[in-house]
């Protein structure tokens, strides 16, 4: 079922969480809503689920304006980050709790609870507790409970943040996965961008309110609409008047004539298979600190200690946009957003 929302605002107070939103999903596709704390994307989630209302603008689920239809008459699955599950009932009395509210006969209940089970590898757990259970089954549970009444559309919200990393990234395959399999139309909202980029078929990047871009996890990564989803979806740097990539600098450990920075590493530091180097730049046309991502085979041919001179250009061919005015601090602050 296809997704509408047009021209949508909502204030809480004098805060500004939703600035005239408008966004088209399509009918089974998995959509990512990324952006920073704060930036609106939970409460677009809700408002799309009927737990929030809109200040204006229209909702559209399937075709039919749902704008001022009740959540429980809009079939939709909601999954909240902290499960939400009711400690006293079994896995499979959990995940049967909505059909029994709608009166499902028994032998449906059943089969149908058998199946979901199934779909998400806890068949062998359903007469435990939800306390018995560690938190990747318990939101695989969530996840089984919010399907259990074939909604039309599935809403996430940031249903992995409250597991530690390890476990995150193995729910994140079995989401994509169960999608593949099961492909209702699903909307997740996320801040990691890790988990944006592996998971989603479309990606709307919200700040402050506000659509930044919408497109592919590749469109957004290669093809940013402007300074901020380059430097959220993904590791950047400033060189010059741009920001690249890390890993899109050229470094060479000699003087190779016009069109390099002369900088100096003033630190490097080895993360797994990569060195991650600071290097700083005092040149009439550009100061700061500028970081970029080499192999420990490059940074070895490089050699790349603190002290060392370098030489650094953007590489030909790789992802920038144009950077704002420079910030009194940046020129003196490492690299802001490594992590993705």
Avoid at 126 to 134: F, M, N, V
Avoid at 161 to 171: Q, S
Avoid at 259 to 265: H, K, L, N, P, R
């Amino acid at each position: 079922m296809s997704i509408v929302v047009n021209n949508v605002s909502k204030r809480f107070g004098n805060f500004v969480a939703l600035d005239n939103v408008s966004v088209s999903l399509p009918t089974g596709q998995l959509t990512a809503l990324l952006g920073p704390s704060g930036g609106g994307k939970s409460t677009l989630l809700r408002i799309i689920a009927g737990l929030e209302s809109a200040d204006q603008g229209t909702i559209e689920i399937a075709g039919t304006d749902a704008t001022g239809v009740p959540a429980r008459k809009r079939n939709v699955g909601f999954v909240f980050q902290h499960y939400a599950a009711f400690k006293h009932m079994s896995v499979a009395k959990n995940v049967a709790f909505g059909l029994d509210i709608r009166k499902t006969p028994k032998d449906e209940v059943r089969a149908r609870v058998d199946e979901l089970l199934r779909l998400v590898h806890l068949e062998q757990f359903a007469h435990r507790l939800p306390s018995q259970l560690s938190g990747g089954q318990r939101q695989r549970m969530a996840l089984a409970r919010a399907l259990a009444v074939q909604p039309s559309v599935l809403l996430l919200d940031e249903p992995f943040g409250a597991l530690d990393a390890k476990v995150r990234k193995e729910l994140r395959e079995w989401l994509r996965r169960l999608h593949d399999e099961f492909p209702v139309t699903t909307v997740f909202v996320t801040h990691d961008q890790e988990e944006a980029l592996e998971v989603a078929d479309e990606i709307v990047v919200i700040n402050e309110g506000r659509v930044e871009q919408i497109g592919s996890p590749d469109e957004l990564y290669d093809e940013p609409a402007n300074e901020f989803v380059m430097s959220f979806l993904g590791p950047a740097t400033r060189l010059g008047t741009e920001l690249v990539r890390p890993h899109d600098i050229e470094v060479l450990s000699h003087d190779p004539g016009e069109g390099f920075y002369a900088g100096t590493v003033s630190r490097s530091t080895r993360v797994g298979f990569e060195v991650r180097s600071d290097v700083v730049i005092q040149s009439p046309e550009f100061t700061g600190t500028v970081q970029f991502v080499a192999t420990r085979a490059e940074a070895r041919s490089l050699k790349l200690d603190s002290g060392a001179q370098v030489w650094l250009r953007k590489s030909p061919g790789a992802t920038s946009v144009v950077a704002g005015p420079l910030a009194v601090d940046e020129a003196a602050a490492p690299f802001a957003n490594y992590a993705i």
